[in-house]
């Protein structure tokens, strides 16, 4: 044998041994910073938008807008998400203590989604403003257009609804409607919540009656 091929081989082998680690460390440590700087990003400035007897926590980048009804005491448009075709809207609504009963708009609610594919879920929790009940609501949204008086609709498939109805004591029931493409809502979710400081954790499941 020719020892002199053996050991080139031999130190080949090893070169390619450490090659194959430090690539593997590479990824590694690659993989952690990508996670570091994940952690590191700051969360989105927020802004106070006092709205008669509530206060909404909601990031900066939600455009308030003037309500395009007498119904609505404030809206948002929140920019669209890569992947979807339109922006979403929160809409506030307060109509002096009145407004109908709970059930009867959270079934008006999931109604405004077609049959078909809709899934529903309702919760309830408490939050420092009032007790509230959430609707989570996907499907095809039948979206209001034009003068309500109208009631003209255009189906949006791919839709999701997050509803609440926030009780202030003394006060009445407001109406919080984020609504639009799935995937812009559901980034906006989290904020949503905390906007009015609920815990999705501490929310137990509500049942509409029959």
């Given amino acids: 044998m020719d020892l002199s091929i053996s050991n080139r081989n031999r130190c080949l082998s090893i070169v390619l041994s450490l090659a194959v680690v430090c690539a593997f460390g590479a990824v590694g440590i690659a993989a952690d910073d990508a996670k570091k ?71 008006r609610w999931v109604s405004q989604f077609q049959d078909k594919e809709r899934k529903a879920k309702i919760t309830q929790g408490e939050s420092p403003q009032g007790k509230y009940v959430f609707a989570d609501i996907t499907g095809t949204y039948n979206m209001p257009i034009g003068p309500i008086v109208q009631q003209k609709t255009k189906p949006l498939p791919g839709a999701r609804m997050l509803g609440v109805i926030l009780s202030v004591e003394g006060k009445g029931n407001y109406f919080l409607k984020l609504t639009g493409p ?24 509500l049942k509409l009656d029959e």
């Fill in 37 to 107: 700087d994940e952690k590191a990003k700051p969360a989105e400035a927020t802004k106070d938008v006092k709205i008669d007897d509530i206060t909404l926590k909601v990031p900066e980048s939600w455009k308030q807008q003037e309500p395009t009804s007498n119904s609505r005491k404030a809206q948002f448009k929140i920019e669209k998400v890569e992947g979807d075709s339109e922006s979403a809207e929160l809409a506030v609504f307060f109509f002096g203590g009145s407004g109908g009963g709970v059930d009867a708009n959270l079934k």
């Fill in 182 to 205: 799935e995937k812009t809502v559901a980034a906006a979710a989290k904020a949503f919540r905390d906007s009015f400081g609920a815990d999705a954790s501490k929310e137990k499941e």
